[in-house]
Nanobody, 120 residues
Framework: VQLQASGGGMVQAGGSLTLSCVAS????????MGWYRQAPGKQRELVAV???????RYADSVQGRFTISRDFAKNTVHLQMNSLKSEDTAIYYC???????????????WGKGTQVTVSS
């Protein structure tokens, strides 16, 4: 399974960006799909994730500013990021847990990451 992310870039504080991620390969279904980020000198952290059951979870730091939307029929997830702050600067990684068959519990996959830089 490959995850292709797009949409990163540089924006001024208060601005907006949208990240998109498409999963391809041997995918029977997606259990959950979302975004993590890693800032310099910090551990990778969850940003937002959506499950096949419709549940969505956000990091407290992005709640109310970021919105995740997913279309698992198209193996796609988007992250709309509004009111960006300098502390949102990080490499953003797409993550998906996918199944190759109905007997399969699922396996995690990661995209290569896309840089988001917010200038103050």
């Amino acid at each position: 399974v490959q995850l292709q992310a797009s949409g990163g870039g540089m924006v001024q504080a208060g601005g907006s960006l949208t990240l998109s991620c498409v999963a391809s390969g041997s995918i029977y279904s997606i259990n959950f799909m979302g975004w993590y980020r890693q800032a310099p000198g910090k551990q990778r952290e969850l940003v937002a994730v959506g499950t096949s059951g419709g549940s969505i979870r956000y990091a407290d730091s992005v709640q109310g500013r970021f919105t995740i939307s997913r279309d698992f029929a198209k193996n796609t997830v988007h992250l709309q990021m509004n009111s960006l702050k300098s502390e949102d600067t990080a490499i953003y990684y797409c993550n998906a847990n996918t199944r190759i068959g109905m007997w399969d519990a699922g396996k995690d996959y990661w995209g290569k990451g896309t840089q988001v830089t917010v200038s103050s």
